[in-house]
């Protein structure tokens, strides 16, 4: 693979550190690195392949035509004031926010989905919210061959889904709860510790949360599915990394356990861990730090025979955001989309 100039914005948070650690054990060609972030964490050093880098502030100037990819994982206002400005130097854009996801030009990717989606893009590639990736990972070998119809999903989030000042939140309520005292972080819509909170972002009209209107959107993207009914309900636990779900599915025709277990074993990037005699299923803590959709609890549904439900657990750092974001980088550079020089 080509060596690349890559620029990270939000070099200095969760996905963005996790980002480099993988870039690092994926063995992906680096030229150069800059990492960019706000005021708060410029002059900070962060060491890459024995390099001590100095993050930098962002701002519009820190584009330049050598980047090769730019990398935009900050915030949807900083993924729509600068992915333009680095769309326009040349550069192979990935943005992990939701600032692009809906938009028609630009291509929403799962490379073990839909990774000729990248061939049309135009500079800026998206990438999944973190509750997405792991659900239409598991949902696309059945949808394959016996198309989605309607999924029901519930959602158990960990903080880091939040970024990183969400982990120091529920480790700071945590200490204080279990000292009696209730001091709210400020970084969840309510008190996390020892709480379960069934509303991540704002609330639109019709009752549902960004979130969960996130969830359906890009499925339907994602899987070049529109008409699939979709109904979410997002919740935050007070974990630290890996979200689980739960998933109910119907599909054009009628699907029993074991074949949409057979189905979900052959899917890249997804383990499937269930057993009921031996009591074998996923938990958040064997997901964190790892890459795969890990799988479990996969059942024929009781109400309505011929649907099945699941049970998922995914690291959101991982799989939901920066090891997607470096799969995108290989695939894009073998299949020669990404300019250099
Ligand atoms: N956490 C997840 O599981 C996950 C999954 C999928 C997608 N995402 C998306 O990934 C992005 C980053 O999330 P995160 O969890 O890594 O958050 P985080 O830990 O809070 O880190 C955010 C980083 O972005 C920087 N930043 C924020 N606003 C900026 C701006 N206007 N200009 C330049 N830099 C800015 C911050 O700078 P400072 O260091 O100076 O504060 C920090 O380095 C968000 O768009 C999020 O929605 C996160």
């Not at 598991?138 to 969400?166: E, W």
């Not at 200490?175 to 972002?201: C, M, W, Y």
Request: hydrophobic fraction near 40%.
């Amino acid at each position: 693979m080509d060596a690349y100039n890559i620029t990270v914005v939000g070099g200095a948070g969760i996905v963005g550190r996790e980002f480099l650690k993988l870039l690092d054990s994926r063995g992906v060609p680096v030229k150069r690195l800059r990492l960019l972030a706000t005021a708060r964490s410029a002059g900070k050093t962060i060491d890459f392949r024995g390099q001590r880098i100095t993050v930098e502030e962002t701002s519009p100037a820190s584009f330049t035509a050598d980047d090769h990819v730019v990398f935009l994982s900050a915030s949807g206002a900083a993924s729509k004031e600068y992915a333009p400005i680095a769309q326009s130097n040349g550069s192979f854009v990935i943005d992990d926010s939701s600032a692009y996801r809906m938009d028609p030009a630009v291509p929403l990717v799962i490379p073990e989905i839909n990774a000729d989606d990248l061939e049309w893009h135009r500079g800026i590639v998206s990438q999944p919210n973190c509750t997405t990736t792991p659900m239409v990972l598991a949902l696309n070998p059945i949808h394959r061959v016996n198309p989605l119809k309607r999924v029901i999903v519930s959602t158990y989030q960990a903080v880091a889904g939040a970024g990183a000042a969400a982990v120091e939140g529920l480790a700071a309520e945590s200490r204080a709860a279990l000292e009696g005292r209730h001091e709210p972080s400020g970084t969840q819509k309510r008190e996390i510790a020892f709480n379960a909170v069934p509303q991540i972002d704002f609330f639109s009209d019709d009752g549902y949360t960004r979130e969960e209107i996130k969830m359906a959107n890009e499925t339907r993207k994602i899987l070049h599915a529109p008409s699939v009914a979709i109904s979410a309900t997002c919740v935050r636990i007070p974990t630290f990394f890996g979200h689980a779900m739960t998933v109910w599915a119907e599909f054009e025709r009628p699907i029993d356990a074991v074949e949409a277990r057979r189905l979900i074993a052959s899917a890249p990037g997804v383990k499937v861990v269930d057993d009921p005699a031996t009591e074998q299923y996923p938990t958040p803590m064997d997901a964190a730090g790892t890459d795969d959709t890990l799988v479990g609890r996969i059942r024929g549904d009781s109400s309505l025979p011929g649907a099945i439900v699941f049970w998922t657990v995914t690291d959101s750092i991982r799989k939901g955001a920066a090891t997607n974001v470096v799969q995108i980088i290989e695939e894009a550079g073998r299949r020669g989309l990404i300019r250099r020089g």
